[in-house]
């Protein structure tokens, strides 16, 4: 099902690349970075020569990405676990005071989160399992919206992108309805933000989203087991528009939600 406020994304987008060195002394922020998308962003990221501070819930995944970003990257990474299922306002408010005292800014914040929960119709899901699925793709994602925006406003590329994925539909689970309401949520933010800009006109922190379909990772083979391996592309293969909206390719996009797949 086609999302009618999804806008299609350009070929200078899809080809999009970062030059190296391009993010030094950026500091960028991608939670849920072990995932597939977050995985390859943080790699690109670390490979301009940005500080990539990676979030995730899985402390042995998070280390082995951490060693990883240390030997591509100029500029040594950060790590910092979360447990987003379970964390509140407290574990954010700590997170931001120890960002702020660390680095004094944000230039980009991606969520990169998902849990997918099971397929299942609304009527079978356990409460348990609602519960930590609008934790891990909604709620972590706001509060660290909020908590993080002032430091974003610091930057003078100031991005906050949010990884979208259009499952209106049946047995969609608690995984559809988060990820409606996470779209919702970033076009809300970006309208309350709309009078927030610089003396050039454009907004001191860009919120977008993007939906890159279709992925070879992790999540796409719990959601769909019999898929063969080459019916997917692999994440870099969709990283483009994504890396174009984080580093502000137009300063005055705002509000945007892209998707790989949209038509035009």
């Known amino acids: ?27 960028i ?8 998308m977050g995985t390859c962003l943080s790699r690109a990221c670390a490979s301009a020569g940005a500080t990539v ?18 030997d591509i990257g100029p500029a040594q990474p950060a790590m910092i676990p979360l447990e987003q299922d379970k964390a509140g306002p407290a ?6 005071d120890m960002l702020e005292k660390e680095f004094g800014k944000i230039d980009a914040l991606i969520h990169a989160s998902a849990d997918l929960g099971s397929p299942t119709p609304q ?18 994602a706001r509060l660290l919206s909020l908590y993080c925006m002032p430091l ?3 930057s003078d590329m100031g991005s906050l992108s949010f990884l979208l994925d259009h499952k209106p539909t049946a047995y969609s689970g608690a995984y559809g309805v988060s990820k409606q309401a996470l779209q919702a949520f ?10 927030h800009r610089d003396a050039q006109g454009n907004p001191i922190v860009a919120i977008n989203g993007y939906d890159p379909g279709p992925m070879r990772t992790q999540l796409r083979r719990h959601a769909f087991p019999g898929e063969l391996e080459g019916e997917s592309e692999t994440p870099d293969k969709r990283l483009g528009p994504l890396l174009s909206l984080m580093v502000r390719t137009d300063r005055s996009v705002n509000g945007v939600a892209l998707a790989m797949d949209a038509k035009a």
């Open 152 to 154: 974003l406003s610091q």
């Open 53 to 70: 501070v990676v979030a995730g819930r899985k402390i042995k995944k998070l280390e082995k990405l951490y060693d990883v970003l240390d």
């Open 186 to 195: 970033m076009h809300m933010l970006a309208d309350e933000h709309e009078n």
């Open 29 to 36: 922020m991608i939670s849920g970075a072990t995932g597939g």
């Open 91 to 96: 574990e954010y408010i700590e997170i931001t």
């Open 1 to 27: 099902m086609q999302n009618p406020n999804y806008q299609a994304v350009t070929d200078e987008q899809k080809q999009f690349s970062l030059p190296a060195d391009s993010l030094a002394g950026r500091v």
């Open 123 to 140: 009527m079978g899901i356990e409460h348990s399992e609602w519960v930590r699925v609008m934790n891990v793709n909604l709620t972590s």
